[in-house]
């Protein structure tokens, strides 16, 4: 049986970009300190309002000029966690921007 072995980091000088989003906050500030702490990785905090598609993008393809993904991580989320019924219109579509639409337009962006 063959086994792979792990990349030795320390060799190599490159920075490894690691686009994140929700860094600001529970899981999110969570990968982004352990990344941070590993000299190999840069954390890029993905910032616009990941409700808004056309913000979103254009941030985005400004970062990918200037710093390409090594990876992505879709740590944002948002729910409200209630009868259906109590649930506006906007809420909904808030929850299904930014947990199915933005991470699809993100994943589009980067590969």
């Known amino acids: 049986m063959m086994t792979q072995e792990a990349p030795d980091r320390a060799a190599s000088s490159e ?5 994140l989003t929700g860094a ?6 969570a990968i982004a300190r352990i990344l941070s702490a590993d000299a190999g990785y840069r954390i890029v905090p993905i910032v ?8 979103l993008e254009a941030e985005v393809k ?6 390409p993904p090594f990876a992505l991580i879709h ?3 948002f729910g409200e966690f209630r ?17 199915l639409t ?5 994943a589009r962006l980067c590969i």
């Not at 600001?24 to 500030?29: E, K, L």
């Not at 616009?48 to 913000?55: I, K, P, T, Y």
């Open 15 to 19: 920075i490894k970009n690691i686009y």
């Open 24 to 29: 600001t906050g529970g899981i999110g500030s």
């Open 48 to 55: 616009s309002r990941l409700e808004n598609s056309e913000a």
């Open 62 to 67: 400004d970062l990918l000029v200037s710093k």
């Open 75 to 77: 740590a944002a989320g």
């Open 83 to 99: 009868p259906h019924e109590e649930l506006s219109s906007e809420c909904i579509q808030k929850m299904i921007q930014v947990n």
């Open 102 to 106: 933005a991470p699809i337009l993100l």
